[in-house]
C-alpha cells in the first residue's frame, strides 16, 4: 500500500495526466493522421483532441456517483478498462469517423482517472493543504504535456502515429495494476452512499445550490475553455504557421513546463496567502498582458503593413506572452478546484462529477468555437484568453466579495 504522501501524489498525477498524454502525444501526428484518414478540411483535425473532451464530459457524471457507492478504486478500474478499449479502437481505425469515436470512448473512460482521483485527495486533504497537495500534483501533471508531445515526436521518428496509442494503452495498463497492488481504498465501508438515482439527484441538487460551488465551477470552464483552445490549434500554429516542424514538441513543452513551474510556486503560495486572493491576482495579470498582446498584435503590426498583408508577431514574442499566460493558468487551476470542492468534502464523488462535468462541457463549447475561427493568425486564440480572462475575473471578484460578507 501507499505508505507516503509522495508516492500517493504521483500515482494520482498519473492517473489525472492520462487525459493530457492522449491530447499531447498525439499532436506531433495530426498531419499524419489527417492524410492517411483522408481528412479535407485542416481545422476538422482539431476534432481528434476535442473529442476526447466531448466524451469525457459525459463521463464525469457517471463516475462519481459510482465511486460513492462502489469505493474510489473500483470506479477508475471501470474507467480504465473503458479507456483501454477506445485506445484499441483509435489504433486500429481505418477511418476518421471511427477514429473520432475511439477518442469519444477514450474521453469517456478518462474521466474516471480525472473525477475519482479529485474525490481520493479530498478524501485525505482538505483546505490549503488540499490546495498545496493539488498544486504538486498538477506540477507533476504538467509534465506529461511537457514531455508528450516529444514521446509522441519520438515516436514517429520509427514507427507509424498508431503506435503511440498502444504506448499510451500499456501506459494506462500500468497505472491500472499500480492502483491496484500499491494504493488502498481512500472512501471507508461506512461513508458511502448506496447507489440510487434519488440520492445522485440530491448530490446534484445540493452541489448546484452552493453559490460558490457554481461559481468557481463556470470560471474553471471559462478559463480551461481558453485552454482547450490553445491545444486545439497548437499544432496549427507552431509547427504549420510558424513552420517548427519537428522542433514543435520542444517549443509546445517549454511552454507547459510555464504551468509546471507555477503550480510548484502555488504549493507554497497557498500555504501564506488565500486562494480566492491569488486567483484574482493571476486573472488580473493574464487579462493585462492579454489586452496588450492583442493590442500589439490588432494596431501595430497590422497598421505597420503597407500592402495590407497581415504581419504576425514573432515567434519569440508570441513564446513569451504564453509562457505568461500558461504561469498565470498553473496558479488557476488547483486553486479553482480546491475551491470548488472544499464546501462539498461530504459528497465529494457526486461533487467533483457535477464540477467536473459542467468546467467540461463549458470549456468544448468555448475551445471549439476558438479553435474553428482559426484563420492562419494568432488573433482568435489571443482573443479568447483576453475574453475569457476578463469574464472570469469578473466571477471571480464577486465570489470574493461575497466570501468577505459571510
Known sequence: MVQGNKEFISLMALLMSLVALTIDAMLPALSQIGDDLNVANPNDIQLIVSTVFFGMAFGLMLYGPISDSYGRKRAIYLGIVIFL???????LSESFTLM????????FGAAACRVVTLAM????????????VM?????????????????????????????????????????????YFRQEETLDENLRIPFSFKNIISGV???????????????????FGAFVGYLSTAQQILQVQYQLGDLFSLYFGCLALAIGCSSFTNSHLVMRYPM???????????SVI????????????????????????????????????????GILFGNFNTLAIHPLGHIAGVATSVISSVQTLISVAIGGVIGQYYDGTVQPLVFGFLSCGVMTLSITAYLHVKSSEV
Open 85 to 91: 478499449i477506445g485506445s484499441l479502437i483509435s489504433s
Open 100 to 107: 473520432l469515436v475511439g477518442r469519444v470512448i477514450q474521453g
Open 121 to 132: 485527495i479530498r478524501d485525505n486533504f482538505s483546505g490549503r493543504e488540499m490546495g498545496r
Open 135 to 179: 498544486s504538486l500534483i498538477m506540477m507533476i501533471f504538467i509534465m506529461v504535456p511537457a514531455l508528450a508531445p516529444s514521446l509522441g515526436q519520438l515516436v514517429l521518428l520509427v514507427a507509424e502515429w498508431r503506435v503511440i496509442f498502444w504506448l499510451i494503452f500499456f501506459l494506462a495498463l500500468a497505472g491500472l495494476l499500480w492502483l
Open 205 to 223: 441538487r445540493e452541489t448546484l445550490k452552493n453559490p460558490f460551488t457554481v461559481g468557481y465551477t463556470v470560471a474553471s470552464g471559462l478559463m
Open 276 to 286: 480566492g486572493v491569488l486567483c484574482l491576482v493571476s486573472l488580473s495579470v493574464l
Open 290 to 329: 492579454s489586452l496588450a498582446f492583442y493590442c500589439y498584435i490588432e494596431f501595430y503590426l497590422m497598421s505597420s503593413n503597407d500592402v495590407g498583408v497581415i504581419v504576425q508577431p514573432s515567434l519569440i514574442a508570441l513564446m513569451i506572452y504564453l509562457a505568461a499566460v500558461f504561469f498565470c493558468f
